[in-house]
């Protein structure tokens, strides 16, 4: 199974709105990243956080990490209609370091 | 910079039949990665390279599938012979090193139909 899990599976909001999406994984990791797939195109990598870091931002992208509950958020604000495509969350196991596993993805989009 | 390429984008092929993929990584990246995504969910790694030695290929099934990068760089990943459930979207990534950065970057995938 995968070791990320996503939550909600689809998420539809209207431009200007924020965007929170979750992950939740099982075991302890290093890092967790996130990633954002437009329809039919390959991943972008978003941002990366530490196992030993509880909040990071990078431009309008905000992400939490509680390693205690083993989930992490990534809060989108004011988004827009070029928002819209699936993140994913990937873990980097400590067991396993150097292999992402992937969840199945929150699929956003945002009505213009 | 350029970024990691592949080819075919697309290919159609019958069950039974052989297909191969190629994946070139940014230069320099010494990890290369093979990911199967089905439709709907997210990517599973398939084979995982480190230079040109194999780092994970637990989830590889071997009995069709095969991958090879040959002098460290480029990378081919086949199928023989594909089955209807083989019908994904096949994506290389690669990135700098092995272990704890994580950031990979990905090629825009091969689409794969099997009939």
């Known amino acids: 199974s995968q070791q990320g899990e996503e939550d909600p599976q689809a998420l539809s909001i209207q431009e200007g709105e924020n965007a929170t999406m979750n992950c939740s994984y099982k075991?302890?990791?290093?890092?967790l990243q996130w990633y954002r797939q437009n329809s039919g195109r390959g991943l972008v990598h978003l941002i990366l956080i530490r196992s030993n870091e509880r909040e990071k931002h990078s431009g309008r992208l905000r992400v939490t990490l509680d390693t205690s509950k083993k989930s992490s958020s990534l809060l989108i604000t004011a988004s827009r209609a070029a928002d819209t495509a699936s993140y994913f969350c990937?873990?980097?196991?400590?067991?396993?370091?150097?292999?992402?596993?992937f969840g199945d993805g929150t699929t956003l989009t945002v009505k213009p | 910079e350029a970024g990691v390429a592949q080819s075919p984008r697309y290919k159609i092929i019958e069950k039974r039949q052989s297909v191969a993929f190629w994946c070139n990584p940014i230069?320099?990246?010494?990890?290369l990665y093979w990911y199967q995504q089905i439709l709907g969910q997210g990517p599973k790694l398939l084979i995982q390279f480190q230079n040109n030695g194999v780092v994970d290929d637990s989830q590889l099934p071997k009995d069709r599938f095969s991958a090879e990068r040959l002098k460290g760089v480029d990378s081919t990943l086949k199928i023989q012979p594909a089955k209807l459930e083989d019908s994904a979207v096949y994506l290389c990534a690669s990135s700098l090193r092995l272990a704890l950065l994580g950031e990979q970057f990905f090629g825009p995938g091969t689409r794969l139909t099997v009939l």
């Open positions: 230069s320099g990246h010494a990890t």
């Open positions: 990937a873990t980097d196991a400590e067991t396993n370091a150097g292999k992402s596993t």
């Open positions: 075991t302890s990791i290093n890092n």
